[in-house]
Nanobody, 123 residues
């Protein structure tokens, strides 16, 4: 089993920045891909950014140039740096992990999930 715990969410004004963290524990040797999803009220959960052990990170078009996904193996933590935040970035942000080696967009392809952290961007 793998445990994921997100932190770093909060309330920020438009144009501001936040850094989300996802601390991992458990059988993390089995993990080959990590991702951040978000879910806005009344909307489906969408992939924001994903990273694998090989290959470049992937981002949804709406956050390209503003968000950066990265990992720190020593700290067993994945980050999502969010700059130039917009009100439409508001939602619950979830960290996800998968055993598969290739990039995956569908939430069903991820095996483990965190509890989520709220991000609210005010205009």
């Amino acid at each position: 089993q793998v445990q994921l715990v997100e932190s770093g969410g909060g309330l920020v004004q438009a144009g501001g920045s936040l850094r989300l963290s996802c601390a991992t524990s458990g059988s993390i040797f089995s993990i080959n891909g990590m991702a951040w999803y978000r879910q806005a009220p009344g909307k489906q959960r969408e992939l924001v950014a994903a990273i694998t052990n090989v290959g470049r990170p992937n981002y949804v078009d709406s956050v390209k140039g503003r968000f950066t996904i990265s990992g720190d193996n020593a700290k067993k933590t994945v980050y999502l740096q969010m700059n130039s935040l917009k009100p439409e970035d508001t939602g619950i942000y979830y960290c996800a992990a998968r055993r598969g080696r290739s990039f995956a967009q569908a939430a069903a392809m991820y095996d483990y999930w965190g509890q989520g952290t709220q991000v609210t961007v005010s205009s």
